[in-house]
């Protein structure tokens, strides 16, 4: 049928019959519905949160209350903070999406990291010394007030410049 | 066309955007888009009844957990203002100027659906394939069911260093008992226990300092069971005092590739090796030159390799032949130099050359209106990340344009009241997202009942039938 046949058409349809979809889905749902990342209940005593603040990429400081044992990935999903494209893979080790710097301080309280997240850290776009996965981080108590700065971009590298596979 | 846009419909001015393609660039542009603005309404349009690309058909059985991306790409999909439309083939069963004129914008992310041949005689012999097939194969692409690729041979030839080219050795090479337990298909499960493979070769031009597979997929491979490594140390030779000038990324791989190589083993490990029965190993400064057939000429024999010299370093560094060949024996040879893109659709622009759709920051060049993401943009190269990346940089153009007024949307546009008319009238009967949903329980039953993520329908007839399409 041509084009503007199916046009002429149209405008007789009745828009009652032009059905819509009714099932509304908020924006927050995106990242929370389904998944449950935080291992466990945890009492909302302000005693047992760690304060963590994050540097958005636009320079602004975000800061939030966590509990012990949830990583910076759970954070981010909980607290709805919205990093453009942030845990890709779902804290799986699979890409480098949740990159995170740190000071040079806070980076060795963070402790030794594995050759696995080493492995997919290395290909994180802007990767630093002070660089970690914020999957990977887990919360305590001695980590309170930490900084976490979400890097310029979460390109991975596996990019080549000559257009190689 | 000379339709007033006002006499009817406009149920509203809202932007309508028709995405062509589902994996991840579609649903990531899609995803950026309707987060945005309250008011873009997309349309996803698919050619396959299934969703999701190269996600579904391209990333290895054994990595799932890089397939999470499709929950978040189900929440796109589910959102009110998103609608999915599969079983429509655009360029043929309705046309990119139709969909332009039916949407305020087009952004084309239908990807790359050939692959880049290698240009020797003997790549049509029968035991020759591309990695884009196999990998189809293996992952359940309809149009690769029929490949049934011969695995009767001891020797398979690699052609490529990327990741590609490790996923097609690793799954050659896996313990079978590994591969039951994935979503790998049938038909490939049942052709790998009887395949005879033991040794695989990757080949690439340059050196080990120029391989393109990243570390993750590195020590996967020397760290298969039943495996042992198998390489020429003296192509190792300088790759010692270039290593503290490398940046820590590619630092790490090199020392990994080179201990592999080149190191005597801890006495474990030794035994280990011992008692593996499959080899592989990179082969380096080698390009095909020729494939052999068999005496009968019914399929490959072996393969000509010349040797090659770096002139220059880093990733700069640049393949001279030597003038010396070498031939090996093989009865299988995949190639995995790079997928490519095709054009769909006569009235858009493209470059041949470099087989993409000519653009500026996702802005197809000369002409309003369009826009692409994902590997059509800016060549088949990177992971979902990448194109992530990639597909918010299109999203944010449109969004520009339409800002700056360079996107006109004062005039309400029909969208897919237009293209479902359209479809019908040409017998086109497109599925749904929840009709997707019903494809996906029933894979995913199928595939419980032999312990299994899922099992993949392996046809559309099969799809449509199922749907009662």
């Known amino acids: ?165 | 066309i000379g339709w007033s846009g006002k006499a009817f419909l406009s149920t509203s001015c809202c932007p309508k955007v028709c995405i062509v393609g589902s994996g991840p660039a579609g649903f990531y542009t899609a995803q950026h888009l309707i987060k945005a603005r309250q008011d873009v309404e997309v349309d996803i349009y698919e050619r396959l009844p299934v969703p999701f690309g190269l996600v579904r058909f391209g990333v290895a059985p054994d990595h799932p957990e890089v397939k999470n991306v499709i929950n978040t790409f189900t929440q796109t999909a589910k959102h009110s203002r998103c609608s999915f439309y599969g079983n429509v083939n655009v360029g043929k069963d309705v046309t990119v100027g139709e969909l332009q004129q039916a949407y305020h914008a087009v952004v084309l992310s239908y990807g790359a659906e050939g692959n880049r041949r290698v240009g020797v005689p003997g790549e049509d012999l029968r035991g020759v394939y591309s990695a884009k097939d196999f990998v189809g194969w293996y992952n359940g692409m309809p149009s690769c069911r029929e490949l049934s690729p011969d695995l009767s041979c001891e020797t398979a030839v690699i052609l490529g260093q990327g990741n590609v080219a490790l996923d097609v050795a690793r799954i050659l090479l896996s313990p079978l008992d590994a591969l039951k337990k994935t979503d790998i298909t049938q038909p490939a499960l049942e052709a790998l226990a009887e395949s005879q493979v033991r040794k695989v070769l990757i080949v690439g031009r340059r050196g080990p300092m120029q391989v393109a597979c990243t570390i993750k997929e590195l020590r996967e491979m020397v760290n298969l069971p039943g495996t042992r490594p198998e390489m020429v140390a003296a192509d190792f030779e300088g790759v010692p005092e270039a290593l503290k000038d490398l940046p820590r990324p590619r630092k790490r791989l090199t020392e990994l590739l080179m201990k592999t190589a080149v190191e005597v083993p801890g006495d474990k490990e030794l035994e280990r090796r011992k008692n593996a029965t499959k080899i592989w190993g990179f082969r380096f400064y080698r390009s095909p030159t020729e494939i052999f057939a068999d005496p009968s000429h019914s399929r490959t024999a072996g393969i000509r390799l010349a040797v090659n010299r770096l002139e220059g370093s880093g990733e700069r560094a640049q393949a001279v032949l030597t003038g010396e060949v070498e031939d090996v024996s093989c009865g299988l040879v995949i190639s995995s130099i790079g997928y490519k893109s095709l054009p769909i659709d006569p009235s858009v622009p493209f470059d041949s050359r470099r087989a993409i759709v000519p653009n500026s920051v996702g802005r197809v060049h000369q002409a309003a209106g369009l826009y692409c993401s994902g590997w059509l943009k800016t060549g088949p190269t990177g992971v979902i990340a990448t194109t992530m990346n990639n597909s918010f940089d299109t999203a944010r153009s449109l969004l520009e344009d339409v800002d700056s007024g360079t996107l006109d949307i004062s005039t309400g546009k029909p969208g897919s009241q237009i293209v479902s008319m359209l479809l019908e009238e040409r017998g086109v009967k497109p599925v749904t997202f929840s009709d997707w949903e019903k494809i996906d329980s029933l894979e995913m039953r199928k595939g419980e009942a032999c312990g299994k993520p899922r099992e993949k329908l392996l046809t559309v007839e099969e799809m449509l039938k199922i749907l009662h399409l």
């Open chain 1, 1 to 165: 049928m041509a084009l503007v046949t199916a046009m002429r058409r149209l405008a007789q349809v009745s828009l009652r019959e032009f059905s819509r979809r009714s099932t509304a889905v908020s924006w927050g749902a995106f990242h929370t519905a389904e998944r449950s990342f935080t291992t466990g209940a945890q009492p909302l005593r302000s005693d047992n949160k760690v304060t963590v603040h994050f540097i958005n990429r636009d320079g602004e400081k975000i800061t939030v209350k966590a509990s012990p044992g949830d990583s910076l990935l759970d954070v981010v999903i909980n607290e709805d903070l919205d990093f453009d494209g942030f845990g890709a893979c779902e804290g799986t080790l699979a890409c480098s999406t949740c990159h995170l710097v740190f000071n040079e301080e806070m980076y060795k309280k963070l402790g030794p990291v594995t050759d696995e997240e080493m492995d997919m850290l290395d290909l994180a776009y802007g990767l630093t010394e002070t660089s970690r996965l914020g999957c990977q981080i887990c919360l305590t108590k001695s980590l309170e007030g930490m900084v976490a700065r979400v890097p310029e971009s979460v390109a991975d590298i596996r990019q080549t410049k000559d257009g190689s596979a």
